[in-house]
């Protein structure tokens, strides 16, 4: 499994567990600790999606260069 593939696995999952802390937001809304962890989680999942990105670009480049 490949750097960008771990990347785009990761960002799968956290995506689906910031989903399900919406939807219990939403439902019952959030004790402290609750909002702190899902803070935490968005922090994580954009800076996932920043790193993923920039090694799409990498990618990308090496590849034109390539050929």
């Known amino acids: 499994m490949s750097y960008t593939e771990l990347l785009e696995r990761k960002s799968e999952i956290l995506k689906k567990t910031v989903e399900n802390w919406i ?7 959030l004790d402290r600790q609750e909002a702190h962890i899902y803070r935490n989680m968005l922090k994580e999942l ?22």
């Not at 939807?23 to 809304?29: A, H, P, V, W």
């Not at 954009?46 to 090496?62: A, I, P, S, T």
């Open 23 to 29: 939807l219990k937001e939403n439902r019952d809304g």
């Open 46 to 67: 954009h800076q996932n999606e920043y790193e993923l990105n920039g090694v799409r670009d990498e990618e990308v480049k090496r590849q034109d260069s390539e050929s």
